[in-house]
């Protein structure tokens, strides 16, 4: 079965940066679309970036050009790379993959148990 586990969360001063991994157990991130979604306390998951299975990448207004999705196959990783972290930033961030035929999101898909993000002011 695949599992995704993520790692590199914890608390940082605003401004500060944070690099967040999430590693699967199979190589579905060199085949598959994979997205970093958050869920702010009391507040719906959304997503912050994905990248294609041909390396394109999107990043919704929120993400303001602070964050930046990678991807290693080899390694079988996932990266995103978090600058200029603001309060709102604060939030549980969680790993998914596409699993055809689901996209993104889907509660079908692939996900981490996530990893906890917390910025002070």
């Known amino acids: 079965q695949v599992q995704l586990v993520e790692s590199g969360g914890g608390l940082v001063q605003a401004g500060g940066s944070l690099r967040l991994s999430c590693v699967a157990s199979g190589s579905i991130f060199s085949f598959n679309p994979v997205g970093w979604y958050r869920q702010p306390p009391g507040k719906q998951r959304e997503l912050v970036a994905s990248?294609?299975?041909?390396?394109?990448?999107y990043y919704p207004k929120s993400a303001k050009g602070r964050f930046t999705i990678s991807r290693d196959n080899a390694k079988n990783t996932v990266y995103l790379e978090m600058n200029s972290l603001k309060p709102e930033d604060t939030a549980v961030y969680y790993c998914?993959?596409?699993?055809?035929?689901?996209?993104?999101?889907?509660?079908?898909?692939?996900w981490g148990q996530g990893t906890q993000v917390t910025v002070s002011l």
């Open positions: 990248i294609a299975s041909g390396g394109g990448t």
């Open positions: 998914n993959a596409a699993k055809a035929p689901y996209g993104l999101g889907s509660e079908y898909t692939y």
